[in-house]
Antibody, heavy 121, light 107 residues
Framework: QVQLQESGPGLVKPSETLSLTCAVS?????????WGWIRQSPGMGLEWIGS???????NYNPSLRNRLTVSLDPSKNQFSLKLTSVTAADTAVYYC??????????????WGQGTLVVVSS | DIQMTQSPSSLSASVGDRVTITCRAS??????LNWYQHKPGKAPKLLIY???TLQSGVPSRFSGSGSGTDFTLTISSLQPEDFATYYC?????????FGQGTRLEIK
């Protein structure tokens, strides 16, 4: 059974970099699939952030592309999110997901429990 | 971007009721549509992918239909554990987008 668990600071100062890690158990991230991030701001809906393919290619939300890096760490079987120059608008619950691609259909399964990140001085 | 609009935004229903949630896309997405269930404090859960394929382990009371721009998620007989928020999500374009959610509450 594949399980994902997010970790990282719960508080980040404005203009600094938000860094999160997703530990994956039950599956090797270098075998297949994309691995990605989704967030939900307070009172708002879900926003797809970006994904990294098991081979290293990336797919980013254009609205975040200039500030975003999603990468793999195969040695630890985890992947990470780095978002630079954060503002209060980046305050959200961040979820890591496995992004499954089958015959050009994509879906997110499973999801991590989510971690709240607050941007505040 | 493809905008996804769900209706209703919230819904009150009783155990045993049949419930339908609608999702409309701003342009055709053929069958590139997924449904998720989200309970507070828990990881969202995939219910249906490719518009109508039930994810393994999901009860058969859940079903999905539709193609093009209009889709529905139906719960045939509500159970107590089904009270949650439901989201649709399109993957027709690689810029994935979600509906705003439908909160299903106990009447």
């Amino acid at each position: 059974q594949v399980q994902l668990q997010e970790s990282g600071p719960g508080l980040v100062k404005p203009s600094e970099t938000l860094s999160l890690t997703c530990a994956v158990s039950g599956y090797s991230i270098t075998t297949a699939y994309y691995w990605g991030w989704i967030r939900q701001s307070p009172g708002m809906g879900l926003e797809w952030i970006g994904s990294v393919y098991h081979g290293g290619n990336t797919n980013y939300n254009p609205s975040l592309r200039n500030r975003l890096t999603v990468s793999l760490d195969p040695s630890k079987n985890q992947f990470s999110l780095k978002l630079t120059s954060v503002t209060a608008a980046d305050t959200a619950v961040y979820y890591c997901v496995r992004d499954v691609d089958s015959e050009h259909f994509n879906w997110f399964d499973p999801w991590g429990q989510g971690t709240l990140v607050v941007v505040s001085s | 971007d493809i905008q996804m609009t769900q209706s209703p935004s919230s819904l009150s229903a009783s155990v045993g009721d049949r419930v339908t949630i609608t999702c409309r896309a701003s342009q055709t997405i053929t069958r590139y549509l997924n449904w998720y269930q989200h309970k507070p404090g828990k990881a969202p859960k995939l219910l249906i992918y490719a518009a109508s394929t039930l994810q393994s382990g999901v009860p058969s009371r859940f079903s999905g239909s539709g193609s093009g721009t209009d889709f529905t998620l139906t719960i045939s007989s509500l159970q107590p554990e089904d009270f949650a928020t439901y989201y649709c999500q399109q993957n027709y374009l690689s810029l994935y987008t979600f509906g705003q959610g439908t909160r299903l509450e106990i009447k």
